[in-house]
Nanobody, 116 residues
């Protein structure tokens, strides 16, 4: 239902662009979001975007460095990550939020590793 891609290994200061393609029931979206989970830590919110209108929200830890966007026609959400830091190292997950407000579909995760 959700297919995430674009992760990789970069040096600090580098950039990556993640993509998340929604299909099936997950393509009918109220909003979508990115979360991340670092080793030994809980999953945390990164950014979200409303599918209609495009209003976006970013966690304070990534504000000014990461930008969430979407291509509604392609059922795809993006996360442009610039000025990456080692503390951004995590598995990044995309998630679909239904009209009931719950995240009901999750992608498989894509690994982002930032070396100093």
């Amino acid at each position: 239902q959700l297919q995430a891609s674009g992760g990789g290994s970069v040096q600090a200061g580098g950039s990556l662009r993640l993509s998340c393609v929604a299909s099936g029931r997950a393509s009918i979206s109220y909003s979508m979001a990115w979360f991340r989970q670092a080793p030994g830590k809980e999953r945390e919110f990164v950014a979200a975007i409303n599918w209609s209108g495009g209003a976006s929200y970013h966690a304070d830890s990534v504000k000014g460095r990461f930008t969430v966007s979407r291509d509604s026609a392609a059922n795809t959400m993006y996360l442009q990550m610039n000025s990456l830091k080692p503390e951004d190292t995590a598995v990044y997950y995309c998630a679909h939020k239904g009209v009931n407000g719950a995240y009901d579909y999750w992608g498989q995760g894509t690994q982002v590793t930032v070396s100093s």
